[in-house]
């Protein structure tokens, strides 16, 4: 059964520091999504990775993609109070007949 | 740009009871899916519709059934609600099956069941 595990869950830092929130995957895949969602709010779209060794950036985050270590990591620079919200990856297996598989969420505070 | 649309953006419903939750989409996008949204769990697949007239189970189906109107609006819909189904449920959609690019997300509808 494919599993996605994000970790932390839960990350509170100071405004300016950096950090990464790892997601893990358990079956193959090469497709993987980032997303942001604040609270009551819906799901924004943040990066499409697509394949081995994808890097997206935008802004102070940028995501990353190892296929081989299934792994994707969303790095965070210079935080700022605006990236406060929590983030999902998801890991797209409709290849292999399943479904969009979300991780648990990351929810991220940045305190000044 | 509506995107995603969700209705009602909240309910409250006693254990029994029977409501249609609305989504449509004005992407030309082929697929369509139902999620729910619960505390520590991420998001889980109800059901989704590849494309018009087609649905399929996705992770949690039990309780739910579901509609694919036309190409725009997909339902879902609950017989006889349990307080276990109380959650947050998000509509998405994307341009082919398994979201290549990504999914949009409706608004979401935090359904209560008392």
């Known amino acids: 059964e494919l599993k996605v595990e994000q970790n932390p869950l839960f990350l509170s830092m100071q405004e300016g520091k950096n950090y990464t929130i790892y997601c893990n995957y358990s079956t193959t895949s090469d497709r993987l999504y980032w997303y942001r969602q604040d609270p009551g709010k819906s799901l924004e779209s943040l990066f499409v990775?697509?394949?081995?060794?994808a890097v997206k950036q935008e802004g102070r985050l940028m995501a990353s993609l190892d296929t081989k270590a299934r792994l994707s990591t969303l790095h965070i620079t210079a935080a700022v109070h605006d990236l406060s919200a929590t983030y999902f990856c998801?890991?797209?297996?409709?290849?292999?007949?399943?479904?969009?598989?979300f991780g648990a969420g990351t929810r991220l505070t940045v305190k000044p | 740009n509506a995107g995603v649309t969700q209705t009602p953006k909240f309910q409250v419903l006693k254990t029994g009871q029977s409501m249609t939750l609305q989504c449509a989409q004005d992407m030309n996008h082929n697929s369509m899916y139902w999620y729910r949204q619960d505390p520590g769990m991420g998001l889980r697949l109800i059901y989704y519709?590849?494309?018009?007239?087609?649905?399929d189970k996705g992770e949690v189906p039990n309780g739910y059934n579901v509609s694919r109107l036309n190409k725009r609006e997909f339902s879902l819909r609950l017989e006889s609600a349990a307080p276990s189904q109380t959650s947050v449920y998000f509509c998405?959609?994307?341009?082919?099956?398994?979201?290549?690019?990504?999914?949009?997300f409706g608004s979401g509808t935090r359904l209560t069941v008392v």
């Open positions: 998405a959609s994307s341009e082919e099956t398994g979201g290549f690019g990504g999914y949009t």
């Open positions: 998801a890991v797209d297996m409709w290849a292999n007949n399943n479904d969009m598989r």
């Open positions: 519709s590849a494309s018009e007239g087609t649905t």
């Open positions: 990775l697509l394949s081995n060794g």
